[in-house]
């Protein structure tokens, strides 16, 4: 009789190919998410090496980084590097006979929300991609994860990995979520709890009411911001909500084979008696929403906070750290949250660019107009065609936002939407790290109802009193 065991480790069970002396694993890998940034150097060496793809059809290829967001899209490429990753990548595709969504297609999107629409990510698989925040797609219980360039190529000719096998940590959160608290805001209240190290070298299952009420597109929102509280992956266990947003889509299972799928799905759970390394508990009676301060996610406070002072931590280590975050950010300690003013607000990415986003923005903003200058870009083209089919399209036209194509975009600046040096944005992406959305940029981390709130009176706004 074999022992309790977790979710992860029943799906790193069932992957192990060869279980090596060193302690590491061979570990066999269904799916390959890419994308035109991490795909060229792979596809490179293979053709140096004179290798072909071990399973072509387990790729998915998608541009998203480098493509432009506005309706000249086609023409759009702002740069050089971009417009070589974006040709490379259509080029490699069709000479490797990988299937490929191009940029002016209906399903082109960001991968992480792409790969779910297509019924790509699927439970109990093991899914990489070039891309950190991978992660996201573990809100189906597969288990999910970034990888490197050279581990892109590795896959690709091998279909294989090898992995040194993850701590397990469970966090759980229980309970109903209060007026204006969202999956972003419970994300962010569990980062800052555990800090972006508490999941180093493990993989969080994510456990308990709060998540399982969640929709699908809230716990991939959970899941995609696992990254952040420093885990290799994060894992929500499949259940109804997840067998029926697969079924009917594209790449999913079909009648019978979905039905045997199914059966299969529902052993994804850990076991009563599994033994986690670390277990975390939290109330969502306690959170809030949440907005960060500094320059790492885990730099958050409740909207109703102040700005920290570096003298209240311990170590002059952590001193110096928050005193170059508040430098860089140009805050001051005891500056209430609510008194920060915004220069632009950007809503998309693929922590919160989905249809539920969009609707969370439109009920915010219908009939007000906004006051900053604000991006709300969908995160695929479906996502963009269903937004428009419910007419939150016009909603967000005359609320003064612009409506963009789909794309990374603002997220991460590798494209034409950036933030000036020193202006500061309410973001629902996923990360504020220094210069991430452009040189000497300034970002807070908010969810799509607080920074429809910040478009709407120009400054950080508690979405409750809207």
Known sequence: MTSPRTLYDKIWDSHVVEEQQSGNSLIYIDRHIIHEVTSPQAFEGLRTAGRSLRRVETILAVPDHNVPTTADRETRVDSIESKTQLDALERNCKEFNVDYIPMMDARQGIVHIVGPEQGFTLPGTTLV??????????????????????????????????????????????????????????????????????????????????????????????CNMAIEGGARAGLIAPDDKTYDYIKGKPKAPKEAEFEVAVKYWNSLKSDPEAKYDNEVFINAFDIVPQVTWGTSPEDVLPITGIIPDPMNFKGLDKKASIKRALDYMGLKPGTKLTDIKVDKVFIGSCTNGRIEDMRAVAAVVKGRRIVVQALIVPGSGL????????????IFIDAGFEWREPGCSMCLAMNADKILPQERCASTSNRNFEGRQGPKSRTHLVSPAMAAAAALRGYLTDIREL
């Open 383 to 394: 996502v963009k065609l269903q937004a428009e089919h419910e007419g939150l399209d016009q």
């Open 129 to 222: 991609c070039g891309d950190s925040h991978t992660s996201t797609h573990g809100a189906f219980g597969a288990l999910a994860f970034g990888i490197g360039t050279s581990e892109v190529e590795h896959v690709m000719a091998t279909q294989t990995l090898i992995l040194k096998r993850s701590k397990n940590l469970r966090i759980d959160v229980s309970g109903p979520l209060g007026s204006g608290v969202t999956a972003k805001d419970v994300a962010l209240a569990v980062i800052g709890k555990i800090g972006t190290a508490g999941g180093t070298g493990s993989v969080i299952e994510f456990t308990g009411s709060t998540f399982t009420n969640l929709s699908m597109e809230g716990r991939m929102t959970v």
